[in-house]
């Protein structure tokens, strides 16, 4: 039985993009993909662990979502047009266009236009992602009824626009590429430091498939310089994977991390798309950048070699493009290293971000190192209570509990 619940849970992870969106072509309404796929899912629950997990796992769900989808269109008389969509449902495949990949098809879809830019992330985060709404509502540090009212209204939008399930033409891909790509971040994101104390906290579905669909809009868009960007981000923070979680399950941060450990291979990919966007000459945007920061501190050697005046250079360069809070966050971590704790903490104390973990975070780290005990426990206590991330959590009360005495 355990094995069938692993299966179960492995499917969910693997699959739901794929059943979701493989849906959503064919019956065109992302509301009844959503509930179709979640029965199956169901319905999995009931049958594998006396049936036994199919060879397929996902060519089942598809086919159990599939067959309830058409199910419920039939005994929908009011939906007379969905009723004989559904009777005229194959699986037959569209013709194929620039790419042929159903959940790229629905990133896409949930980034139209029409759609206001945060409805289209939080959208596709859900629907392409399987993030729930509160983890969606984490990563946008809004609040959960306001967030799953606004995936409730960006689907009902899709559906009465009629806005089509396909990867537009290559001229119209500009104009969403943008929205893509900050999905597809914030896919990774989720699955390199999971905001949701219930799972894993890496979810390496997440960031293999993030990194698989930005090969796929490398390929639709290959001189797209933020494109090639994001995807040297994702290579560059992925190498560094095996070393960031402890075997006790805690977090290891970057400066305690076993180097040797880092995947060559994906540090190699990323330095040098990073060298080819310098080479290109071309002003770099946000995702660019920050695979240049994240270049420089994977060709340190040692956390001692880190050239951090070249990181703070990027990081102004990215306030200048980015000037947010977090920005200016992760800015403040490398004024620390240059100018000293006390004109970080200064530069820290002025942003906006009370409810944000890892700004309590970096300001106890930054009041233990100027021997401020008593602050310094203070903001490792806001940050645990507000950190979902169990390694990370566990790293944080750790170094709380390093603390000498007030």
Known sequence: MADVGEAIARAHREEWARVVATLARRIGDLDIAEEMA????????????????????????????????VDRLRREAKREEKHKEALMLSDTPEPPGAIDDDRLRLIFTCCHPALAMEARIALTLRMVGGLTVPEIARAFLVQETAMGQRITRAKA????????????????????????????????????LASDPG???????????????TRLVRALLPADGEVAGLLAL?????????????????????????????????????HALVRARIAAGQAPGRYQILA????????????????????????????????????????AVAIAELDGPQVALAELDALPLEGYHAFHATRAELLRRLGRSSQSRAAYDRAIALAGNTAERAYLVRRRDQLAGP
């Open 292 to 331: 240049a920061i994240n270049a420089v501190h994977t060709d340190a050697p040692d956390v001692r070699d880190t050239d951090w005046s070249q990181v703070l250079a990027l990081y102004d360069q990215l306030a200048r493009l980015d000037p947010s809070p977090i920005v200016r966050l992760n800015r």
């Open 38 to 69: 979640a029965e199956a899912f169901a319905t999995a629950v009931e049958r594998w662990p006396g049936d036994g997990v199919p060879p397929n796992p996902g060519a089942w769900l598809t086919t159990t979502a599939h067959r309830k989808a």
């Open 199 to 213: 799972v894993e906290p890496v979810r390496n579905d997440l960031t293999a498939e993030a990194i698989r669909l």
């Open 157 to 192: 939008k899709i559906k009465a626009a009629r806005i089509p399930y396909r990867v537009p033409s290559r001229e119209d891909l500009p104009a969403r590429v943008t929205a893509v790509l900050a999905v597809l971040y914030l896919i990774f994101n989720e699955g390199y």
């Open 234 to 270: 994702m290579l560059l923070t992925q190498a560094r994977r095996a070393a960031r979680v402890s075997a006790s399950g805690e977090l290891v941060a970057l400066g305690e991390q076993d180097r040797g450990a880092w995947d060559r291979a994906l540090i190699a990919e990323g």
